[in-house]
């Protein structure tokens, strides 16, 4: 069994930063790519950034140069490091990443969420 948790969610003023952790754990024989997205109340989720298995990262108009997205050595964890934080960037984050189990097919899998709120 594959999951995904996140941590890292807070309260923080506006221009502040937030570090949000993702660990995979489990029965994994390979990762595709990791990656957050996020939904505000009354929005739909959104993709924030990503990151792939090469190192490639993508990322949304509104965080670039803002948000970071990396990963540890082991390639199991993936980080979104968050500056100049916007009262807008408030919102549930969830933790995103295609992965091959040992047994089974590449599929998508999904973290719980964090919650993120910015303060004006």
């Known amino acids: 069994q594959v999951q995904l948790v996140e941590s890292g969610g807070g309260l923080v003023q506006a221009g502040g930063s937030l570090r949000l952790s993702c660990a995979a754990s489990g029965s994994i024989f390979s990762i595709n790519y990791m990656g957050w997205y996020r939904q505000a109340p009354g929005k739909q989720r959104e993709l924030v950034a990503s990151?792939?298995?090469?190192?490639?990262?993508n990322y949304a108009d509104f965080v670039k140069g803002r948000f970071t997205i990396s990963r540890d050595n082991a390639k199991t964890t993936v980080y979104l490091q968050m500056n100049s934080l916007k009262p807008e960037d408030t919102a549930v984050y969830y933790c995103?990443?295609?992965?091959?189990?040992?047994?089974?097919?590449?599929?998508?899998?999904w973290g719980r969420g964090t919650q993120v709120t910015v303060s004006s």
């Open positions: 995103n990443a295609g992965i091959t189990p040992v047994i089974g097919t590449m599929r998508v899998f």
């Open positions: 990151m792939t298995s090469a190192g490639g990262t």
